[in-house]
């Protein structure tokens, strides 16, 4: 059981990225997905989780209205489009699995799998 995180990499200040995170050994449409980030020097925060089986999306204060969670179920895939990115976005990204909860988390205890992270850089 594995998940894939993907998608990083250097972009500028208000530049974009979308991060996808697939689950070859899941079938995601079933759990709630969650991104977490972990900022240079700094602990792990959760940042927007989408509970697929009712399409429930949820995010954190510091991204509402620049990252967009959403899912592909045909392609078992999640993705994180971050728009108007800032050089505090700079981290390594992880996207993680609730398999066992009911309902939304933030917390990163409620997330059972979890993927490799992958690192988006901010700067000009």
């Known amino acids: 059981v594995q998940l894939q995180a993907s998608g990083g990499g250097l972009v500028q200040p208000g530049g974009s990225l979308r991060l996808s995170c697939s689950g070859p050994?899941?079938?995601?449409?079933?759990?709630?997905i969650g991104w977490f980030r972990r900022p240079p020097g700094k602990g792990r925060e959760w940042i927007s989780s989408?509970?697929?089986?009712?399409?429930?999306?949820y995010y954190a204060d510091t991204v509402k209205g620049r990252f967009t969670i959403s899912e592909d179920n045909a392609k078992n895939t999640v993705h994180l489009q971050m728009n108007n990115l800032k050089p505090e976005d700079t981290a390594v990204y992880y996207c993680?699995?609730?398999?066992?909860?009911?309902?939304?988390?933030?917390?990163?205890?409620?997330?059972?799998?979890w993927g490799r992270g992958t690192l988006v850089t901010v700067s000009s």
């Open positions: 993680a699995v609730d398999t066992t909860g009911s309902s939304f988390s933030s917390s990163a205890s409620a997330y059972n799998y």
């Open positions: 050994g899941f079938t995601l449409e079933d759990y709630i």
């Open positions: 989408v509970d697929v089986e009712d399409d429930s999306t």
